[in-house]
């Protein structure tokens, strides 16, 4: 894996009010928005905001109670093959895979793991996102 942390997700319960507040009340420009996740540009990062139970689906959890803190982190990767390389990585060296790799309706491939301590990390190849 690369140092490199791409996107910080926030599961988020009311788009709107978070919406407002990241770009009207903190000045954050918004550089998209799609459905039920926004997408912020930091210097070197993204910022997303995405509805949480949505998120917890998506990283392999039934419900927000199971144990899903509400954030993920996100890595992504220059092809699609690194994503199922690096969750095995991630395995070997003692994660839990939560949503195994696959193919998105947007036109990605992600998967999900959590550490040793349950942070919930996102592994993504996204057709749309380059990466330097």
């Not at 990585?89 to 994660?95: C, K, S, V």
Request: net charge negative; glycine share 10%.
């Amino acid at each position: 894996m690369e140092p490199r942390i791409t996107l910080l997700t926030l599961g988020i319960d009311d788009l709107e009010r978070s919406l407002v507040f990241y770009r009207d009340g903190l000045g954050l420009p918004t550089e998209g928005i799609t459905g039920d996740v926004v997408f912020f540009k930091l210097q070197g990062a993204w910022l997303c905001l995405y509805a949480n139970a949505s998120l917890a689906r998506d990283a392999g959890f039934e419900s927000i109670a199971e144990g899903f803190a509400g954030f993920s982190i996100a890595h992504n990767v220059r092809t699609r093959d690194e994503v199922d390389i690096l969750l095995d990585q991630a395995q070997q060296a003692g994660a839990t895979i939560t949503s195994p790799a696959k193919e998105l309706h947007w036109g990605g491939y992600v998967g999900y793991f959590t550490d040793p301590d349950g942070h919930v990390w996102e592994i993504a190849w996204n057709p749309q996102f380059w990466i330097e």
